[in-house]
T-cell receptor, first 115, second 115 residues
Framework: DAEITQSPRHKITETGRQVTLACHQT?????MFWYRQDLGHGLRLIHYSYGVQDTNKGEVSDGYSVSRSNTEDLPLTLESAASSQTSVYFC??????????????FGPGTRLTVL | AQSVTQLGSHVSVSEGALVLLRCNYSSSVPPYLFWYVQYPNQGLQLLLKYTTGATLVKGINGFEAEFKKSETSFHLTKPSAHMSDAAEYFC?????????????FGKGITLSVRP
């Protein structure tokens, strides 16, 4: 069955370190998204991609970067981790044919703690 | 610009009682509307969505929602709550193209079901 996976599921790091969170989907979807989930804020969009070599900034992109070198993967990099980036991170993907009407399929999440 | 308001952060119902979770949206373009559910320690999954056509939308697990343009609402209902419905529920809005084609989530509502 097609799926979307994230690794690691849990990560503890120190302030100032570079951290990369992996996202891999086997749906062959064009679109991929990264969100962070914080209490009282719901999900907020960090970065998104509509295809290979395409990346775009979302609502809360400062301090994060992504690159899309193939269809299956969209890794999220925290250039220099800060305590404010302690959060649960979700990756999602969608086909891309219906744009705004697409159903997004979510990974299980990565819980990141920055000490 | 688009936004979603989910009033209150927690709803508690008895098993067998009606579930009503409220969602109001703001959008400068015709909206696409979604309800996603998140079970503990899992990613989000789609419950139902409204794109075009019939304004009463039926989803999985007996949930339904009605798009009311005049009230800018998309409330989620289920006639009889089950213990397995305990989860966090997110309403989201998007539009057809451009900046509006990305999902904007509400802050979420936690549903508790009492035996």
């Amino acid at each position: 069955d097609a799926e979307i996976t994230q690794s690691p599921r849990h990560k503890i790091t120190e302030t100032g370190r570079q951290v990369t969170l992996a996202c891999h989907q086997t749906w062959n979807h064009n679109n991929m998204f990264w969100y962070r989930q914080d209490l009282g804020h719901g999900l907020r969009l960090i970065h998104y991609s509509y295809g290979v070599q395409d990346t775009n900034k979302g609502e809360v992109s400062d301090g994060y970067s992504v690159s899309r070198s193939n269809t299956e993967d969209l890794p999220l990099t925290l250039e220099s981790a800060a305590s404010s980036q302690t959060s649960v991170y979700f990756c999602a993907s969608s086909e891309g044919w219906e744009r705004g009407a697409d159903t997004q399929y979510f990974g299980p999440g990565t819980r990141l703690t920055v000490l | 610009a688009q936004s979603v308001t989910q009033l209150g952060s927690h709803v508690s119902v008895s098993e067998g009682a009606l579930v009503l979770l409220r969602c109001n949206y703001s959008s400068s373009v015709p909206p696409y509307l979604f309800w996603y559910v998140q079970y503990p320690n899992q990613g989000l999954q789609l419950l139902l969505k409204y794109t075009t056509g019939a304004t009463l939308v039926k989803g999985i697990n007996g949930f339904e929602a009605e798009f009311k343009k005049s009230e800018t609402s998309f409330h989620l209902t289920k006639p009889s709550a089950h213990m397995s419905d305990a989860a966090e529920y997110f309403c989201a809005v998007s539009g057809f193209t451009g900046a509006n084609s990305k999902l904007t989530f509400g802050k979420g509502i936690t549903l508790s079901v009492r035996p």
